[in-house]
């Protein structure tokens, strides 16, 4: 049976998380899941002036 692992990545915009997914699913031979950011609804409002 194979063992499954999960590994988040997370940080501010810019930084290079996807990048660093990409790099990590190849050399590990994962398969990645990247967020659909389009769809956050809060993202808007966050990047708002306040």
Do not use: H
């Not at 063992?3 to 997914?21: C, D, F, H, R």
């Not at 790099?23 to 994962?30: Q, V």
């Amino acid at each position: 049976m194979r063992n499954l692992y999960y590994i988040a990545i997370e940080g501010p915009i810019g930084v290079g998380k996807t990048s660093l997914v990409k790099l990590l699913a190849e050399k590990l031979d994962a398969r990645t899941i990247l967020e659909q950011f389009e769809e956050n609804p809060f993202l808007t409002d966050f990047y708002n002036d306040p």
